[in-house]
């Protein structure tokens, strides 16, 4: 990339031979600030700065079963009856009677 700067062609040129510090002026970036800028990029990727990347094992477990969820029955009578979704058709039936029936 060319910055403007002579002796320093870091990548590539910019598309109709515009320097970097033409796009920047374009985009309302002051020269002075992307002087900045660069040297602090610069700075952070010299070799005493940067660091070996951490690899940090990762174990994959299933998620804790949760208990069984709850079910709540309207009943015609304004009341509501809640039960276990584990309980089959039948048992469920002969609750809402047993609470139809008080």
Same mark, same amino acid.
């Given at each position: 990339? *060319? ?10 040129? =910019?598309?109709?031979?515009?320097? &970097? ?11 002075? &600030?992307?002087?900045? =800028? ?15 990347? !951490? ?6 477990? *299933? ?11 309207? &009943?015609?009578?304004?009341?509501? &009856?809640?039960?276990?979704? *584990? ?8 609750? !809402? ?6």
């Amino acid at each position: 990339m *060319d910055t403007g700067r002579k002796g320093g062609n870091h990548c590539a040129s =910019w598309v109709d031979g515009a320097t &970097l510090f033409d796009v920047a002026q374009s985009h309302g970036v002051g020269r002075y &600030l992307l002087k900045r =800028w660069m040297a602090q990029y610069c700075e952070s990727n010299t070799s005493e700065n940067t660091k070996a990347p !951490i690899f940090v094992p990762v174990v994959v477990t *299933d998620p804790e079963p949760s208990g069984p969820a709850v079910i709540e029955v309207g &009943l015609g009578n304004g009341r509501s &009856l809640r039960v276990s979704s *584990d309980l089959s058709d039948a048992q469920v039936r002969r609750f !809402i009677g047993l609470v139809e029936a008080t």
